[in-house]
């Protein structure tokens, strides 16, 4: 990719939607406290956003309590082409666009075949890996499809699980989820980057 062809621009939620709704394989809409975009000439091409973790549980074990109001997980990333160098890019370009300080975190989901390269491409410390204790509904010969995606088809339903049950039977079970690579940046001036780093709790793997 030639840079100079390439810009990160903030964007609104609806420049957003088709890529993460339709095209991001969650199909979810996760919680936004960054949005930015990815613009080759002008044209829109990927997106990238940062909220507030969902767990407190995951935010305190990252490096404690004190430090927890930081934590700012890179939630979606989506790109039309998925060029070479594209996605470091888009994720170094946009953190520099963040409030410091920050605590950026994220995962690679190895059941996606995703092994984290863009991440140590963009300067991330790997943290090691997650405890894979979660477990997700499957259906037998759909295990492609996130437990989201079968919950959604079941929108506006009092007993979801319950609607799941009843369509799909003997073919659903559930699946442990496999250990994802954990991932941070600490976003902010070097004496707050040495005080974080020597509470982080996740395993440093540079």
Known sequence: MDKHDYCVLPINRIDAK???????????????????GLFLKNELVGAISYGTASSPAARKSVAGNEYSHLILELNRLYLVNNITNEASYLISRSIKLIDKP???????DNDQGHSGIIYKAA???????????HYDWVVKGKEGLHQSTLFREFKGSENKLKKMIEKYGDLLYKKKRSEKNRFVYIHSDKQTRLEILEKLNWKINE
């Open 18 to 36: 088709e890529f993460f709704l339709n095209k991001h394989y969650l199909k979810k809409w996760p919680r936004i406290s960054y949005l930015f």
């Open 102 to 108: 920050k605590i950026i975190i994220s995962y690679a």
């Open 123 to 133: 300067n991330f410390i790997y943290g090691g890996q997650s405890e894979g204790y």
